[in-house]
Nanobody
Framework: EVQLVESGGGLVQAGGSLRLSCEAS????????IGWFRQAPGKEREEIAC????????YSADSVKGRFTVFGDDTKNTKYLQMNSLKPEDTAIYFC???????????????????WGQGTEVTVSS
């Protein structure tokens, strides 16, 4: 079974940076898409980014475009979310999710994911 473990969350001042990691294991097939989501207190879960191992395609939501970058290290089966210029409104629990693909899937908004990590908390102080 696929397991995802996020790390890298913490407390940072506005304007600062954090890098979140999503270490994945247990894939049966070679190709997968890793998505990043966040959920702030009292708000719905928001999809913010994804990356495909099949074709390298990525997606970033408008709310984070230009500030957050998703990339991967296939040697470690780990994907990262580099978050720069953080704002207090970025405060949330951040989750990674995985879609395992038999035929190879691109990354796109709205993809349905099968597996979820436990989340890592990010707090941005003003």
């Amino acid at each position: 079974e696929v397991q995802l473990v996020e790390s890298g969350g913490g407390l940072v001042q506005a304007g600062g940076s954090l890098r979140l990691s999503c270490e994945a294991s247990g894939f049966t097939h070679n190709d997968h898409v890793i998505g990043w989501f966040r959920q702030a207190p009292g708000k719905e879960r928001e999809e913010i980014a994804c990356i495909s191992s099949a074709d390298g395609s990525t997606y970033s939501a408008d709310s984070v475009k230009g500030r957050f970058t998703v990339f991967g290290d296939d040697t470690k089966n780990t994907k990262y979310l580099q978050m720069n210029s953080l704002k207090p409104e970025d405060t949330a629990i951040y989750f990674c999710a995985a879609f395992e693909s038999i035929y190879g899937s691109s990354c796109y908004a709205g993809l349905l994911y099968d597996y979820w990590g436990q989340g890592t908390e990010v707090t941005v102080s003003s």
